[in-house]
């Protein structure tokens, strides 16, 4: 017989699963595009690593806006 996890271990893995299909979910949504954005290049621009005008003047607005 298998034993079902703690409701609040079950919780705390939906809660990390959702965390990481919204961080997903940004960083397409900013590296997708009329221009092509990798998302080593989407990630470096967030973290301020790299300057990337079409990331922080035009689409993570956008993304997050629509968020």
Do not use: K
Not at 16 to 24: A, D, G, N, P
Not at 28 to 56: D, H, K, Y
Request: aromatic share 2%.
């Amino acid at each position: 017989m298998t034993q079902a996890l703690p409701l609040a271990l079950r919780r705390s893995l939906v809660l990390l699963w959702l965390v990481f299909l919204l961080l997903v979910a940004l960083v397409l949504g900013v590296a997708l595009g009329t221009v092509s954005l990798s998302p080593l290049e989407v990630v470096q621009a967030l973290l301020g690593q790299r300057e990337n005008p079409i990331v922080t003047e035009m689409r993570l607005p956008r993304v997050l806006g629509g968020m």
